[in-house]
């Protein structure tokens, strides 16, 4: 009897990445892949996010973690289409697969949205390897993380389009080198488009609207 091994789990998820991509250009809707480590402030930028783009475009979201539904509870008020993806429920993963990111499609009216964020879970590993079909990979990286980040996940780094450095408000009380961030940045991702934000006190969130608009209007054709 021949017993027959799953080989390439990146490739299939890949195949199903592709499927994704192609549905999202029928339907004519924009999705953004937010990653980072945990407590970077995903989910403080996508509250300020939705709240300031809510009113041109029709947004959904997709919450991954892997226990509890409080991040989806605190977008809830926005009154949009949230589907929380809890990846304790099978299995505890650290990342977010195709297939459940095209379960959760499949539970959207996508005739009636123009951009999904997708909230990947807190890891700077994982979420890296896995394409999920989306127009924009961004990762997100707080100050208080170091300049190192690039230099020691650089999949995650030179894989994503745009990075945003959060929690800028909190340099005067660090010793942070810009200078060294961007070196580690540009050995790993040269080019790179990188918008520095305070997603709680609104610095640079203008340019990160403008930037995500900007693409958004480039694909649905607004
Ligand atoms: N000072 C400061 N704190 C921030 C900023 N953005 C987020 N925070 C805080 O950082 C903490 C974590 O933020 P979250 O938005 O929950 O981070 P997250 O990336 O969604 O976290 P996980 O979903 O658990 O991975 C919260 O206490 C936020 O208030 C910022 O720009 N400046
Ligand atoms: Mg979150």
Not at 7 to 31: F, P, T
Not at 125 to 146: Q, Y
Request: hydrophobic fraction near 35%; proline fraction near 3%; aromatic fraction near 4%.
């Amino acid at each position: 009897m021949e017993i027959k091994i799953l080989q390439d789990i990146l490739k299939s998820n890949k195949d199903v990445a592709g499927e994704i991509r192609q549905m999202l250009r029928e339907k004519n809707v924009y999705m953004i892949d937010m990653m980072s480590s945990p407590g970077s402030g995903k989910t403080t930028l996508n509250d300020k996010i939705i709240g300031k783009l809510k009113e041109k475009y029709r947004i959904g979201v997709i919450e991954g973690d892997i226990k509890t539904t409080k991040d989806a509870e605190r977008l809830a008020k926005h009154d949009i289409p949230i589907i929380q993806i809890e990846t304790d429920r099978f299995g505890g993963d650290c990342h977010l697969e195709s297939t459940w990111i095209k379960k959760c499609l499949e539970g959207f009216d996508l005739d009636k949205l123009d951009l999904i964020i997708v909230e990947n879970i807190g890891n700077l590993v994982c979420p890296a390897e896995f394409e999920i079909g989306d127009d924009e990979r961004m990762v997100v990286l707080s100050v208080t993380e170091g300049e190192d980040k690039p230099a020691k996940y650089p999949l995650m780094f030179n894989t994503c389009r745009t990075m945003v450095l959060n929690k800028i408000d909190l340099l005067p009380y660090l010793d942070y080198s810009m200078d060294e961030l961007m070196k580690n940045l540009s050995n790993v991702n040269p080019g790179m488009k990188v918008i520095q934000v305070s997603a709680t006190k609104g610095d640079g969130m203008d340019e990160l609207i403008t930037h995500i608009s900007r693409n958004i209007d480039k694909k649905i054709g607004m």
